[in-house]
């Protein structure tokens, strides 16, 4: 399990390895751009939210921690659906990932 840490704000975002990868590309690509979004998640079972978004602009630190040291394999595919999605919604949904 990773984690994705945004500004230091909140608790890390626990998100499995192979999703943390892609992720890495997707926000990597937007945030290369300039391109600002949304990213919601629904938080763990201690927070009070019932669900959190973050505005992710490339001035802001973004740390991703990997558990697993080895990369995983990437499907092109799968990154052009995510960069669709989040083109169309203006939003990275993490539990509604392709």
Do not use: C
Request: proline share 8%; charged share 25%.
């Amino acid at each position: 399990m990773g984690r994705l840490e945004y500004n230091s704000a909140q608790p890390p975002i626990e998100v499995d390895d192979e999703t943390l990868a892609y992720l890495k590309i997707v926000i990597g690509t937007k945030l290369r751009r300039q391109e600002s979004f949304m990213m919601t998640w629904l938080p763990d079972e201690k927070s009070e939210a019932g669900r959190l978004t973050i505005w992710m602009h490339p001035s802001i630190p973004l740390i991703l921690a990997f558990d697993d040291p080895v990369m995983h394999k990437i499907d092109p595919q799968r990154i052009q659906q995510m960069m669709e999605h989040l083109s169309s919604r203006g939003e990275l949904v993490l539990d509604q990932l392709p």
